[in-house]
């Protein structure tokens, strides 16, 4: 269930513009805010039904969007590297270079955050 959040959010966060505004509004709400379904329908004026079809809907988008860019299985490769190349860098500390080993491991820090081996099924 977490990993599926995990792969839905990624996908969002890199295909959610392509969607409709309100297969946006609808997803947002119901992976971020956590909303069922009846309460997504009545916080936008539409039916349960129609709610649960844009979001499969969105899923099925931002999949096929997937399948075809890449850009989230690109991700992950890319956050895997850098992992192992800041465990690398972290490993070539020594008493008399451990500043700058710091500075790069800071300067490296942004781009793996605190999800260090965390990892995103596509």
Known sequence: MMEQFLYLSTLFD????????????CLR???FE???????????GISRQAVYDNIHR???AMESYEQ??????????ER???ARIYESIKGLRRPDNS???????????P????????????
Do not use: M, N, P, W
């Open 14 to 25: 890199l295909y959610g513009a392509l969607l409709t505004e309100k297969q946006q509004e």
């Open 99 to 109: 500043k700058a080993v710091d500075e790069v491991l800071d300067r490296l820090e």
């Open 34 to 44: 956590d909303f069922s379904l009846s309460e997504i329908g009545e916080e936008l």
């Open 68 to 77: 075809k860019l890449g850009l989230a299985a690109r991700y992950q490769v």
């Open 80 to 82: 895997q590297e850098l």
């Open 58 to 60: 969105s899923e099925k």
């Open 111 to 122: 781009y793996i955050g605190q999800g260090l081996g965390q990892e995103v099924s596509v």
């Open 29 to 31: 709400l119901h992976l």
